[in-house]
């Protein structure tokens, strides 16, 4: 009971409180929803002017404190939990329904706390520093803490420590920076449950206005595209084991517009995944790559809020694994044939400011197109279906830093009965990066 009125109480104290800061921010023009900030860099913290709300040492650094707060209600309404064909095997185990960094990530029926997160930055003259901590009923973890430069010659900028990486669009994104509840699925089941989070370096080079270009090293200890489980016949490797490219292009198409195009590609030289049948188990064991695609055009209306915004974008990402099966039998390894796999997945969302403070959004996603599995006795490549999911969305900007989103979902999934799914998602920032999208 206590879980469930916390979870209300500040949707609750949210629509009691927006009356009264209606009158205070509605002459504020566009900060409802600022879709300016989904810019060049999505998850550029450093380009972020401290608010009033830092403190500020003698010693000339800046540091600035947030707390994002969630809840979610949910009611799968129609049907069954089920994992999209192909993708329920190994590293895939669970739907994970918000996939989004929190832990314990699948939804229960009822109220849900969501993902809450408390942000630290601060800043001298030479660096920035970010650390994100993540908060959840069982649970406290430090989710990103990384450093990066400010005085790097040539346009070059380092990053280094424990961060998302800047591959596509939505991977860099914060939860409550998502124009719908869930993950995409493309991002969650190829890149991962978390997106792609991983412990390295990222040196970047921004030669105009216009053009980024980075590189990542990680590590490899990640889940989904870097997924080592234990039980395997390989060892584990020396480190770093995943490297990364992206380049983001921002050309210049006029006042109140931006378009952001972008690709990326990424190499994870040790894939390890288990499937135990309790008696025996089955090991896949190679490298993996993916590429990927991303677009997204924003047009700013005019008018105050988010009225008449419009926003449209979407990803594409391909993967290959190059794997060779192991069978273990009381602890001991029968090598068998080589198989690669091949999957991929794509969406396409927009949004639409019909208010001030209210906007509408529409999402389609396919994940499986390419869908070629390994499958277990006998052992040989199975192609799948694809699998469908479609969302739609009303979102009510009670302050520039408080929402509160209704959604609707169809489940879709190949080779299973369809599904409904609905949910109330209630999310509110505070201190010095409120309403910030990071």
Known sequence: MSRRLFTLAPITAAVLIATPAWANDHDHGHSGHDHSTHGHSQHDHDSHEHATESSHSPLGVDLDISLTLEGIYYNRFSGKEHSPAGFGHGGHEGHGHHGHGGHGHALEDGFNLGHSEVMLQGSNHYLDGTAVIALSEDDISLEEVYLSTRQLPADLKLKAGKFLSDVGYMNSQHPHAWDFIERPLVNQHILGEHGLLDTGVQLTWAPSAEVQLGGELFQGEGEGFSQFSEGGYEERESGPRVSTLFA?????????????????????????????HGHHAHTAEGDNWFAGLDARYQRDGGQP??????????????????????????????????????????????????????????????????????????????????????????????????????????????????????MLQFNATFGGHAGHNH
């Open 248 to 276: 983001k292009f921002q050309p210049d198409i006029g006042t109140g517009q931006t378009l952001n195009l972008g690709m990326s590609a990424g190499y994870n030289r040790q894939f390890v995944r288990v499937d135990d």
């Open 305 to 422: 809020g988010v009225e008449g915004d419009w926003e449209l974008g979407g990803e594409y990402f391909y993967t290959e694994r190059d794997l060779r099966e192991y069978v273990q039998h009381h602890d001991h390894f029968h090598s068998r044939e080589s198989h690669t796999e091949q999957q991929d997945g794509a969406y396409l969302e927009t949004t639409y400011g019909i208010a001030p403070r209210w906007e509408m959004g529409l999402r389609t996603e396919a994940l499986g197109m390419s869908n070629r599995v390994m499958g277990t006795h006998p052992t040989a490549i199975v192609s799948e279906e694809v699998s469908w999911r479609h969302s739609g969305q009303v979102t009510w900007h009670l302050r520039d830093d408080m929402f509160l989103r209704a959604q609707v979902t169809q489940e879709d999934y190949a080779g299973e009965e369809e599904s409904w799914v609905g």
